[in-house]
C-alpha cells in the first residue's frame, strides 16, 4: 500500500497543498517554520481522528480553541480539508483508493465531520464509485465491496448513522471485514509510525513487555532489542556490527534481565573491561542504536515519518543513515523525512526531494524533480545538499516546469 496523492486545505501554515505522484521515499527540507512539522502533524491528526475523535484529535493540534486554532488564519470561516489517494489490494485488484474528509463548524452542532467518502473506480474508465458517503454522521457504506467486479451486481447499500458526527465512519466500518477499503485504509492509519524519539525515554532500565515494533518515543527500546535478539538474531547481529563501524569504540551491546525482571540494555567499550550500562552511554550511541532497530524492523511500516534524523549524529553518518531510510521504504514502507543536513540530502535522490517555502504565511511544496536545471546539475554529477546549501531551491530562483 501506498500514497500517492495528499491535498490539504487550512490545516495552519498548509493552507491549499496538492502533492502528486508521491515516491515511497520523501525527503523534506525547508526553512524554520515553513511547515515540515506541519505537514507530518496531519498524519498524526488522522491518527488521533481514528484512535479517538475528531474533537480530541482538533483539541491536541490546537489546544482549547480546536478547530479555530488548526485553520488557517484568515480562513477560519472554511473547512479544514484532507484527501489522500492510495493504492490498495481489494480483492485481489490494485485500486487507487480516495479518501477525503473536511471538517468543520456548523451552527447547531458544533465542530463535525461535514462530509467523510472512500472512492474507488470500478474499472479504467468511469467515474469513481463512492464505498463509504458520510455527511454529518450519516450516511451509507457498501457492504458487497467483494462483487465489485460483477459488473451487473447491484451494489448493496447500508444506511448507517454514527454514535456521533464527531466520528470517523472508518472507525466503526473499519472493523467489518466486509468493508474492505475501509477496514484496510484504518489499518493503514492504525500502522502509520510518527517518530517522537526521545533519548531520555529510550535510557533506563525498562519492564520487560512484547514489542514488535518500536515505539514512537523509543521507551521500549530494550524491548524491541531483545525481540530483535531472540527472533530476529541476523537482524540484531548485522545492527550491532554497524554500531561497531559507526560509533568508535562501541564492541557490543547486549540486553540483559535483571534479578526483579526488567531489561537493561548495556555497550561495552573495548578499552573497559565492565560494559557501561546506557544511562551512561552517549546521546548519539543511543540514538544511532534506536534508528538501526527501527529501521531493521522485519515488518516494516506502512508509513514511517522521521523528523531531522541527523540530531546528535556526526555529519559523516547521514549518508548511511539516508540510504537505510530508502531501503526501509524499499521494503515496503513508505517513509517521509524532513531534514536540515545538507550531508543526509546529499545521499537523496533527487526523485525523492521536495523543498518547502513560505510566502504571506502560507506553505507553498515543491519537488525537486520538476526543476530542469536541478535535473541536469544532478545528472552532471551536482549533489543535492549542495546545490540546496548553494540556494537552488528556490522558487524564485528556478523556473518550474
Ligand atoms: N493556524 C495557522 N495558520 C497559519 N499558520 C500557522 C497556523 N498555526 C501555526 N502556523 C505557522 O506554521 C508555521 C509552520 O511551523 P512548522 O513547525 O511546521 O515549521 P517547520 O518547517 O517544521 O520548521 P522547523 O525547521 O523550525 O522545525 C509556524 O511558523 C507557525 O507560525
Ligand atoms: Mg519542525
Known sequence: MKIETIRIKNFKALRDIEMTNLPAYCVFVGRNGTGKTTLFRVFSFLKNCLAKNVRTALNIEGGRNGLKEVLSRGHDKEDLEIEIQFRLNIAGINRLVTYHLEIGDTPDQGTIVKREILRYKRGRH?????????????????????????????????????????????????????????????????????????????????????????????????????????????????????????????????????????????????????????????????????????????????????????????????????????QYAERGGQVFVSSHSPDFLNAVPLESIYWLEKKQGETSIHRAADVPLLRRLTQEGDLPGYLWNQGFFNSKRLPLE
Request: include cysteine; hydrophobic fraction near 35%; proline fraction near 6%.
Open 126 to 326: 468511469g467515474s469513481p464509485f463512492h464505498f463509504i458517503d458520510f455527511t454529518a454522521g450519516e450516511g451509507y457504506a457498501i457492504n458487497n465491496e467483494d462483487e465489485f467486479r460483477k459488473w451487473d451486481l447491484d451494489l448493496m447499500r447500508e444506511s448507517q448513522k454514527l454514535d456521533s458526527p464527531e466520528t470517523l465512519a472508518i472507525k466503526g466500518l473499519g472493523q467489518f471485514e466486509r468493508f474492505k477499503a475501509a477496514s484496510a485504509f484504518r489499518q493503514l492509519i492504525e500502522n502509520w509510525h510518527i517518530s517522537d524519539f526521545h533519548i531520555s525515554s529510550a535510557r533506563g532500565d525498562k519492564e520487560e513487555e512484547a514489542a514488535e515494533h518500536l515505539s514512537p518515543s523509543g521507551d521500549n527500546l530494550p524491548s524491541m532489542a531483545r525481540h530483535l535478539y531472540e527472533k530476529h538474531r541476523p537482524v540484531f547481529e548485522s545492527i550491532k556490527q554497524r554500531m561497531q563501524e559507526r560509533v568508535p569504540g562501541v564492541t557490543d551491546i547486549t540486553v540483559t534481565v535483571t534479578e526483579d525482571g526488567r531489561l537493561l540494555m548495556r555497550y561495552r567499550d573495548g578499552a573497559f573491561v565492565d560494559p557501561f550500562i546506557d544511562k551512561n552511554v552517549s546521546d548519539g550511541t543511543i540514538k544511532m542504536f534506536a534508528y538501526l532497530v527501527l529501521l531493521a524492523d522485519p515488518k516494516p511500516h506502512p508509513i514511517l515519518c522521521v523528523e531531522e534524523p541527523e540530531n546528535q549524529l556526526y555529519p559523516e553518518l547521514m549518508k548511511v543513515l539516508a540510504e537505510e531510510f530508502q
